[in-house]
C-alpha cells in the first residue's frame, strides 16, 4: 500500500515537470536569418528605405508586448557597438514571414555590414546576414579642385599639392562640409579609364598627368565627384603657383584652436602674412590663429613656386538697432531688432540676467525697465557665441508743462509732486534765476538752470511742515515771490 502510494506521487511529480517543459518549449520562438531584399544600400536624402523579410516559429510564441529589433553592425560586421535601425510597435508584427523597412544612419559608409533581428518577448536573435555594402551619400553632387583652374605646374624635381576647395568659388558643395567622408584620387589614362592613386584630403602630384577625385561610396554610383587638372612640369619661362590648404577649412573655426596650412613639398619655404614675411616661418606648414591674407614661396631648387590664400576666422558681426541707453515712457513699449552675419544664428533674450522665455528670435518687443542682453550663436560647424547689451529705463519728464507756480510740494518718494515743478518760462535754458529761503531768510537754494529737482536733498522733515520763501528773477521780466509749503 506504502509502495504504491509513492509510485503515485512519483508518476504526478514527473507530471509536474513535464507540463513545465512543454510550457518552456512552447515559450521558445526562432527568428531566421533575415532576408535582405536588395544587395547593396545606397542611400541618399531623397531615398532612405531598404525592405528586410523574415520568419519567426512558432507564432504563438509571440506576447503581446513584444517587439522586433533590427541591428545594424559596424562596416566590418561586428555588433559590439551595433546600431538599432528598426523598432516595432509592441505585438504589431504577430504574424510569420514578415516584412519591415530600415534606413541607414547618416554615417554609414563601408563594405561588409551585417543586419541580425532580435525579439524583446520572448527574447530571441537571429543569426546576421551575410556582409552587404552600405553607404549614405550625403553630399551627391560634384565638387571643385584647385579653385577650378583646369591647369597647373610643378617645378622640376618638385611638386604640386592638390586640394579639395572649401568653400571653393560660386555655389560649391564642398565635401569637406563632411568630416565623415573619405576621397580617392584618380588619374586619367583616357577618356573612359583611369586609375586609383590614393586616398585623402589632398593628393601630392610629382608626375604629369590629368587628376581627379571622387568622394569614396565604395561599389555605390555617385556624382560626388571633382573636375580635372592638368598637372605638368613647368618650363623655365613658367609662373609657378602652390597651392595653400587650411586643416580645417576656410574659413575655420578660431574659437576651436589655429589652424595649420600646408602646402607642397619643397626644399625651403617662407610665409607671409598681408604680404610681410613671418618670422622664422620657414618650414612646409605654419600655425595660423588669425584672419589674413596669407602666402608662401616653395624654393623647389630648380624653381620658385608662389601660393596664396584668404583664411576667415568664422566669426561674425552683430548689430542693434538701439542705443546702449534707451529711455522709455511707462505703457510704451521699444521693438529692438538684431542683425548678424551669423550662419544659421540662434538668439536669446535676458533681462536682467534671467532668460526670457519664448524670446528666441532677432527681434524683442520690449515693455519693461532694466538690463537686457541678446545672445547670438553661430550653428554651423563654428559654435561661436557673442552678447549685445542695451539699458532700458523710465523717462521722467522734468519739465511738465504746468501753467501756475505751485506753493505745495510733498517730496515722499511716491513719484507725486515730489519736486518743485515751475512752468517751462522759467527752467532751464531760459537764464531765469531762481532763488529758495528758508524762513529765516537763508538762501538754501540758487540757480540760472533750473531743473525742477528741487530739493534734492532730505530736508529732515518733523512732524510740522515747513515754509519756503522762492524769487524766481526772469531775464526783463518782473519778478515773481511766493511760498513753499513741504508736507510729508
Not at 551627391?140 to 579642385?145: L, V
Not at 559654435?383 to 515722499?412: A, D, Q
Not at 533750473?450 to 518782473?478: A, G, H, K, R
Request: aromatic share 12%.
Amino acid at each position: 500500500m506504502e509502495k504504491t502510494t509513492i509510485l503515485k506521487y512519483l508518476y504526478l511529480l514527473v507530471g509536474f515537470f513535464m507540463i513545465l517543459f512543454i510550457g518552456k518549449v512552447d515559450a521558445q520562438v526562432v527568428i531566421g536569418t533575415p532576408n535582405l531584399q536588395f544587395t547593396q544600400a545606397c542611400a541618399n536624402e531623397t531615398f532612405n528605405t531598404y525592405t528586410v523579410n523574415f520568419v519567426f516559429s512558432p507564432e504563438s510564441g509571440i506576447e503581446s508586448s513584444n517587439q522586433f529589433i533590427v541591428e545594424m553592425s559596424d562596416p566590418e560586421g561586428d555588433f559590439s557597438n551595433s546600431v538599432i535601425v528598426y523598432t516595432s510597435n509592441p505585438g504589431t508584427i504577430s504574424t510569420s514571414p514578415a516584412s519591415l523597412d530600415i534606413s541607414l544612419p547618416l554615417n554609414t559608409a563601408g563594405e561588409g555590414y551585417k543586419i541580425k533581428i532580435r525579439s524583446t518577448h520572448p527574447v530571441a536573435s537571429s543569426t546576421p546576414t551575410n556582409s552587404f555594402s552600405a553607404y549614405y551619400k550625403i553630399q551627391d553632387s560634384p565638387f571643385t579642385i584647385n579653385n577650378l583652374n583646369a591647369i597647373a605646374n610643378f617645378c622640376p624635381g618638385g611638386s604640386y599639392l592638390l586640394t579639395i576647395d572649401n568653400p571653393g568659388t560660386g555655389n560649391n558643395d564642398s565635401p569637406l562640409n563632411y568630416p565623415s567622408l573619405t576621397f580617392n584620387w584618380f588619374k586619367e589614362i583616357n577618356p573612359t579609364t583611369s586609375v586609383f592613386v590614393v586616398q585623402g584630403h589632398t593628393l601630392s602630384v610629382s608626375q604629369e598627368g590629368k587628376y581627379f577625385v571622387e568622394t569614396n561610396y565604395g561599389t555605390c554610383t555617385s556624382n560626388s565627384f571633382s573636375n580635372r587638372v592638368v598637372v605638368s612640369e613647368a618650363t623655365s619661362e613658367e609662373e609657378v603657383f602652390a597651392t595653400i590648404e587650411s586643416s580645417s577649412g576656410n574659413p575655420f573655426c578660431a574659437a576651436d584652436g589655429p589652424t595649420i596650412l600646408s602646402t607642397a613639398q619643397g626644399n625651403g619655404y617662407q610665409w607671409y602674412r598681408e604680404g610681410s614675411p613671418i618670422s622664422g616661418a620657414t618650414n612646409q606648414s605654419f600655425e595660423a590663429s588669425e584672419s589674413g591674407a596669407y602666402s608662401v614661396i616653395v624654393n623647389f631648387g630648380s624653381c620658385e613656386a608662389t601660393g596664396n590664400i584668404e583664411l576667415e576666422t568664422g566669426a561674425f558681426t552683430s548689430t542693434l538697432d538701439v542705443s546702449e541707453v534707451n529711455m522709455l515712457e511707462a505703457g510704451d513699449s521699444l521693438n529692438v531688432t538684431v542683425t548678424t552675419s551669423a550662419i544659421n544664428p540662434e538668439f536669446q533674450w535676458l533681462l536682467n540676467s534671467e532668460i526670457i522665455p519664448n524670446a528666441t528670435e532677432n527681434t524683442f518687443n520690449v515693455t519693461d525697465f532694466g538690463s537686457y542682453n541678446v545672445i547670438i550663436t553661430q550653428t554651423n560647424n563654428c559654435n561661436t557665441s557673442t552678447v549685445l547689451v542695451f539699458l532700458v529705463e523710465e523717462y521722467i519728464n522734468h519739465f511738465p508743462e504746468v501753467e501756475n507756480i505751485p506753493n505745495l510740494i510733498s517730496p515722499n518718494g511716491d513719484g507725486i509732486n515730489d519736486t518743485w515743478v515751475i512752468p517751462e518760462t522759467y527752467v532751464s535754458g531760459s537764464n531765469t534765476e531762481v532763488v529758495i529761503y528758508s524762513s529765516q531768510g537763508k538762501i538754501v537754494f540758487n540757480t540760472k538752470d533750473y531743473l525742477n529737482n528741487w530739493p534734492e536733498d532730505d530736508l529732515n522733515l518733523s512732524s510740522v511742515n515747513q515754509v519756503f520763501y522762492y524769487m524766481i528773477i526772469p531775464q526783463d521780466l518782473e519778478p515773481k515771490k511766493g511760498s513753499i509749503t513741504i508736507v510729508k
